[in-house]
């Protein structure tokens, strides 16, 4: 790996972490309006944590985003951390799709107003692999041809 392919494989993490700081920022967002009943939230957010607080569960929803929190602070030394959020964010997809296919089998046919949580749960998960794979190449360095 020459310095251009090492230096756009940091980009590419670096783009990732930034990508997950907004996943927390809306989900931490997303919680206090539900804690403060105000009938409204974003749409970009995780959707465990947002199911576990529905179903009263309003600490571990809390934890689940401090976890992501600290992988994102961390994350900038220990670069392997990239997988916990990926692996989480990964678990809300296949959440997200669950709740998705229940609300289709139940007669409610296809909901289109989780099409844009659809659309940015896929360009999330997008970035978190990206990241993931760019973690797996930097990690190997890159040596000078010289």
């Known amino acids: 790996m020459n310095a251009s392919d090492y230096q756009n494989g940091v980009q590419q993490f670096e783009a990732s972490r930034r990508y997950l700081l907004g996943v927390i920022g809306?989900?931490?967002?997303?919680?206090?309006?539900?804690?403060?009943?105000?009938?409204?939230?974003?749409?970009?957010?995780?959707?465990?944590?947002?199911?576990?607080?529905?179903?009263?569960?309003?600490?571990?929803?809390?934890?689940?985003?401090?976890?992501?929190?600290?992988?994102?602070?961390?994350?900038?030394k220990q670069r392997w951390l990239i997988l916990v959020p990926t692996v989480l964010f990964l678990l809300d997809c296949l959440l997200f799709v669950w709740i998705f296919y229940l609300d289709f089998v139940e007669g409610n046919g296809f909901d289109y107003t989780l099409l844009p949580d659809v659309i940015f749960h896929g360009f999330i998960m997008y970035y978190l692999g990206m990241g993931t794979v760019a973690w797996f190449n930097i990690r190997k360095g890159y040596s000078d041809p010289e």
Do not use: D, H, Q, R
């Open 26 to 76: 809306f989900t931490a967002v997303n919680i206090v309006l539900v804690f403060l009943k105000l009938g409204f939230y974003f749409l970009c957010a995780a959707t465990i944590p947002m199911v576990l607080l529905y179903n009263g569960m309003g600490i571990v929803s809390v934890v689940i985003v401090l976890v992501y929190l600290a992988c994102w602070f961390f994350m900038e």
